[in-house]
């Protein structure tokens, strides 16, 4: 019954599906509180109370059949230009509500743009580590993923190795910063030399290739952190946004995709994503989380808790002896594993803490801790990751633990 | 930069939006209220007021966290087993919640059971008149639409040549009851005989054919019509359901998807769509939504209002000598063009009448009427009709009209 494509992924979902379910028979064995689960990025931290009072206020003051109906598949007028309005604000980019196009979160966004561009055989690179599902995302559309291999050392973009990868197959490149799973960010020169190589070779190559910038961790930067606007240093620059992080509402599924002037055919373009929004099933993005988002354009979750989060966790982690670089955004941190990564995993879970191998974000020996939980959970977990620490003889230089 | 794929789609788009765009010229120069747009299904009738009553509710009842957040792909399990239990009662079924799978709206459900079945060369068999979107659908998977000549009597399924069309490339069938644009629905009697066909060719062929049952219709049925629920019918039938018309929330996106047990390889098949769902984007249904449809189980929007536009419009057009039959559910009339289909809905334009040629559901010499409007757009658009019908010399049986 099922199609060769999904066929893999069925065999490949079970694997992760087992971890998921040994998650919950250890929940059940031990209890909720005693399992340290850190494998997935659902926000811990609420909705900022806006949101709420803004669902509220719209079921009591908007008309129901517009507020439950269809609009343009792109989606209300009104919320496009506000978001527009809001990014020119804080970006000093100059957007119309024509360059915004609501979408079922920023995944359908990349699936609304990969089906939009790519041709049987187009090649997409991407950065490892990676967010897996990217390859399954081109992969729909017959594209075929090119992976630049990581660099341990900084985990930001190896661009020698980029500028190799590029041939005249390549359609797209995809960023995603801040980064899951590493956390950092992309500095304005990282950008400016990466658009640098891309021109160059749409000159070379006499083709547009498209930078797909994947940001739903835009609002999660710390230590004042900037996390530069893409679209201003490479013209063929489409932004996949989402505001599952930035404001707590992963299962809502609403986003928006930012397709500027400067791009390439830009009218047949934006008109095409419009129809494969449609023709994928999505239609339009849900319409009442639409006029939230008019209503909660500015507003964001409280990022200080992730920050304590972050603080707490990677002070300790480095005191066990563990090895890894500082988050400068999102929710994760990127871990050397002393050992193989799943095997590392394994042990971890024998400890009751539950993480995800690098080897899913093609990066194998480190592992990724989700640290969108509550603070306290993290507090808890402190023993088990000495002990785990310990146990790998890690920490040498303190006294007596090695 | 537009894909190979998406090309097409975007020219024949421009036809439709050159329409709208007409649409809304017309609405400025002569007054909206003095166009009779019957265009669109976009429902007129309001959400039952339980729906918004429930938005509140959960708003400042439910935890924040758990009701925007992530959850399971296929849905909250405890909305799926509300909706299986509903169907039991309803329609004497023995479903289970792992048999249902949250989508956003039916056309995602139709895109994820598409791609969990289709290899590149399967046919997919529909009836005209049919939703041409279901084309776009199975063209994702790259698959092969196959369309059954309309039956213009009584626009049921033609049995014989249905049988005819299937090959040992078929791999799913379509149907949509009560229909769009047409408003028939299947007897219990052609359901049947339809099975009998698939289990004769499922056994000829040795392999699957799936019947892909879209029904978004199916609670607007009128003179107390019943609409036979198809899964007793035949083992391997997939449900597309969509609160869109039964609940008044089509911009919501919020619909799931019926997988039986009877299903052939039924664990592979839910697994794969659920994986489906993620892949393509959605991750899952719209998760508010899902919290409303918890406590809106067993409501539905007032039929009573379709139903009084129905009686009213059908009266009518057959007092002014149209041709038409008068649907039995759904809330669409499909009725006969006195000459060519697209030249009459020019016609009607001008006299500020929006309809939609049948060419557009592959059945020429046919428009559709979405009378989801108000009860008094319809009253206001009588004189236009009957100017519409005088013009072509219709009515001819009544005095001194030919």
Redesign the interface.
């Known amino acids: 019954?099922?199609?060769?494509?999904?066929r893999p992924?069925?065999e490949n979902?079970?694997a992760i599906?087992a971890m998921f379910e040994e998650g919950k028979k250890l929940a059940a064995l031990y209890g909720r509180e005693n399992v340290y689960d850190f494998s997935?990025g659902?926000?811990?931290?609420?909705?900022p109370s806006a949101?709420?009072k803004a669902?509220?206020d719209i079921?009591?003051e908007e008309e129901?059949?517009m507020?439950?109906?269809?609009?343009s598949n792109a989606g209300y007028e009104d919320v496009r230009d506000a978001i527009a309005q809001s990014l020119n604000r804080r970006f000093g980019t100059h957007f119309r509500l024509e360059n915004i196009l609501m979408?079922?979160?920023a995944?359908?966004?990349?699936?609304?743009i990969l089906?939009?561009?790519?041709?049987p055989g187009d090649e997409v690179i991407v950065f490892a580590p990676y967010f897996m599902?990217y390859g399954?995302?081109v992969r729909?559309?017959d594209g075929v993923l090119s992976v630049v291999p990581p660099d341990t050392e900084t985990f930001q973009p190896d661009l020698t190795e980029f500028e190799r990868r590029i041939t005249e197959k390549t359609k797209a490149v995809i960023i995603n910063t801040p980064n899951n799973p590493t956390g950092v960010i992309y500095s304005s020169e990282t950008l400016e030399k990466l658009s640098e190589i891309m021109r160059g070779k749409e000159k070379e190559y006499g083709k547009?290739i498209?930078l797909i910038s994947d940001e739903p961790y835009r609002e999660l930067a710390y230590d004042g952190a900037e996390v530069p606007y893409v679209t201003p240093f490479y013209h063929n620059t489409m932004v996949c946004y989402s505001y599952s992080k930035s404001l707590?509402?992963?299962?809502?599924?609403i986003g928006y995709l930012v397709i500027p002037d400067e791009?390439?055919?830009f009218q047949?373009?934006a008109?095409?994503a419009a129809?494969?929004n449609?023709?994928?099933?999505?239609?339009?993005?849900?319409?009442?989380?639409?006029r939230v988002i008019m209503r909660c354009v500015d507003e964001q979750v409280n990022v200080d808790a992730y920050n304590q989060n972050r603080e707490l966790l990677y002070g300790r982690l480095k005191e066990y002896g563990f090895t890894c670089i500082k988050p400068q955004g999102a929710f994760y941190l990127f871990m050397k594993a002393p050992v193989d990564d799943k095997e590392f995993c394994q042990f971890c879970k024998e400890h009751l803490v539950l993480l995800v191998p690098g080897s899913s974000f093609a990066c194998p020996g480190y592992v990724r801790i989700a640290y969108c939980v509550s603070y306290d959970q993290i507090l808890r977990s402190l023993p088990a990751f000495e002990a785990i620490a310990k146990a790998y003889g890690l920490g040498g230089n303190k006294e007596g633990d090695a």
């Open positions: 019954m099922i199609s060769e494509k999904m992924l069925v979902n079970s599906r997935l659902n926000p811990n931290v609420p909705a949101v709420n669902i509220l079921v009591t129901t059949t507020v439950h109906g269809y609009m979408t079922v979160g995944a359908s966004g990349m699936n609304v089906k939009t561009i790519l041709n599902e399954s995302y729909n559309y547009s498209v707590s509402l992963p299962g809502e599924r791009v390439d055919d047949a373009v008109a095409a129809i494969a449609r023709v994928l099933g999505c239609v339009n993005a849900p319409s009442l989380m639409q």
